[in-house]
């Protein structure tokens, strides 16, 4: 009896322990699945670990060169101000130093200033001197000239008057006188009269010109009527053109300057020789030519010659080339000589009226 409870409870206990074994395993397959489990997660984290790891150790690399070039930066930066802080000293003293000039300057400016204006006073006062010096010179000069020409004038008419009032003299003492010396006599009266016109109108012709008054002429017939107006002495030859130019003129004032040239190259060949007068058609302008077989005139005379009052005659005023000169200019064109041989080279336009019109602005 007391040997099958034993046994029986020994078959119990193996039981219970066999069920406790049973479970312990079940326990530890399934903590050995769990470590499994957990095993294979801390592999996927320590996976992911090292790869955040990695991109942390990247990024703190990336942040390392960034704080490098930022220091390398500041650095750079530091030198900068450093280099700007210099400068602006540099400025800051330049800029005194400016300051200093300029106001040097600004106290220069005002002396200058000062003295311009002194200066401009002093110029004013000498210009209004130099003004009234000037027109007293011009007064001076003008009562010169007239003084000169009336001097000049009153000694050319003595001569041809003293001739009419010897001539009348001897004509009222001969009243019964022949007729062929009657007629010398009259000669005698016609080349004082001629001379004395001749001075008078010199003179008028230089102190008032007047406008041109414009035509059609011919050149040719100009120069005929030149020459009939003139006593021409028996042993001068005159050459005229063998053409004619019509050309638009004041024929009346070419005509005087013609007759003047006329009778300069007679007197300058003492009544003896050859006087040729060629005219050639330019186009648009004519070219006239007066040539004598007269001595020439001196080098020295030639750039003098159509000045007012010169002359190297013990007779005459002195103003006819001058007035030729004058009038050719009133027509728009020129005057000029070259010597030895004299020739006396005029150039006009053939229309005036397309250059200056009815009025030229030579005229006075």
Same mark, same amino acid.
């Given at each position: 009896?007391?040997?099958?409870?034993?046994?029986?409870?020994?078959?119990?206990?193996?039981?219970?322990?066999?069920?406790?074994?049973?479970?312990?395993?079940? &326990?530890?397959?399934?903590?050995?699945?769990?470590?499994?489990?957990?095993?294979?997660?801390? +592999?996927?984290?320590?996976?992911?670990?090292?790869?955040?790891?990695?991109?942390?150790?990247?990024i703190n690399h990336?942040?390392?060169?960034?704080?490098?070039f930022l220091l390398? @930066?500041?650095?750079? @930066?530091?030198?900068?101000?450093?280099? @700007?802080?210099?400068?602006?000293?540099?400025?800051?003293?330049?800029?005194?130093?400016?300051?200093?000039?300029?106001? &040097?300057?600004?106290?220069?400016?005002?002396?200058?200033?000062?003295?311009?204006?002194?200066?401009?006073?002093?110029?004013?006062?000498?210009?209004?001197?130099?003004?009234?010096?000037?027109?007293?010179?011009?007064?001076?000069?003008?009562?010169?000239?007239?003084?000169?020409?009336?001097?000049?004038?009153?000694?050319?008419? $003595? +001569?041809?008057?003293?001739?009419?009032?010897?001539?009348?003299? !001897?004509?009222?003492?001969?009243?019964?006188? $022949?007729?062929?010396?009657?007629?010398?006599?009259?000669?005698?009266?016609?080349?004082?009269?001629?001379?004395?016109?001749?001075?008078?109108?010199?003179?008028?012709?230089?102190?008032? $010109?007047?406008?041109?008054?414009?035509?059609?002429?011919?050149?040719?017939?100009?120069?005929?009527?030149?020459?009939?107006?003139?006593?021409?002495?028996?042993?001068?030859?005159?050459?005229?053109?063998?053409?004619?130019?019509?050309?638009?003129?004041?024929? $009346?004032?070419?005509?005087?300057?013609?007759?003047?040239?006329?009778?300069?190259?007679?007197?300058?060949?003492?009544?003896?020789?050859? !006087?040729?007068?060629?005219?050639?058609?330019?186009?648009?302008?004519?070219?006239?030519?007066?040539?004598?077989?007269?001595? =020439?005139?001196?080098?020295?005379?030639?750039?003098?010659?159509?000045?007012?009052?010169?002359?190297?005659?013990?007779? =005459?005023?002195?103003? =006819?080339?001058?007035?030729?000169?004058?009038?050719?200019?009133?027509?728009?064109?020129?005057?000029?000589?070259?010597?030895?041989?004299?020739?006396?080279?005029?150039?006009?336009?053939?229309?005036?009226?397309?250059?200056?019109?009815?009025?030229?602005?030579?005229?006075?």
């Open positions: 009896m007391t040997q099958q409870p034993a046994e029986h409870e020994r078959k119990s206990l193996v039981e219970d322990l066999g069920a406790l074994t049973g479970r312990a395993f079940k &326990e530890l397959d399934s903590t050995k699945t769990e470590l499994q489990e957990k095993e294979k997660l801390l +592999n996927q984290l320590a996976s992911e670990s090292m790869e955040k790891i990695k991109e942390l150790s990247k990336d942040l390392q060169d960034k704080v490098g390398d @930066l500041s650095a750079s @930066l530091n030198k900068k101000n450093d280099e @700007l802080a210099k400068s602006n000293h540099d400025l800051e003293q330049q800029k005194f130093h400016y300051n200093k000039m300029t106001v &040097e300057l600004k106290e220069k400016l005002d002396k200058v200033l000062t003295k311009e204006k002194e200066l401009s006073m002093q110029r004013d006062f000498l210009a209004k001197q130099v003004d009234e010096k000037t027109q007293d010179l011009i007064k001076a000069a003008k009562f010169t000239v007239i003084g000169e020409l009336a001097a000049r004038l009153a000694h050319d008419l $003595r +001569n041809p008057l003293s001739i009419v009032k010897n001539t009348m003299d !001897i004509m009222r003492v001969k009243p019964n006188m $022949r007729v062929e010396e009657r007629l010398q006599h009259f000669t005698r009266f016609d080349r004082a009269v001629q001379r004395m016109t001749h001075q008078i109108d010199d003179v008028l012709n230089f102190v008032k $010109r007047s406008d041109l008054t414009l035509q059609v002429t011919s050149i040719l017939a100009t120069i005929d009527s030149a020459i009939v107006g003139i006593m021409i002495p028996p042993d001068i030859k005159i050459s005229k053109p063998l053409s004619d130019i019509q050309v638009n003129c004041d024929s $009346r004032k070419l005509e005087a300057v013609f007759s003047n040239l006329i009778i300069n190259s007679i007197q300058a060949m003492e009544d003896k020789g050859e !006087i040729k007068i060629r005219m050639i058609d330019l186009g648009s302008s004519i070219q006239l030519e007066f040539e004598d077989t007269g001595l =020439g005139i001196s080098a020295d005379i030639l750039p003098k010659i159509f000045d007012p009052l010169f002359t190297t005659k013990q007779t =005459g005023t002195g103003l =006819g080339l001058s007035i030729c000169k004058s009038i050719v200019e009133q027509h728009g064109g020129t005057i000029s000589v070259r010597s030895p041989p004299t020739i006396f080279t005029v150039r006009l336009p053939k229309n005036i009226s397309q250059k200056y019109g009815m009025h030229s602005p030579y005229a006075t």
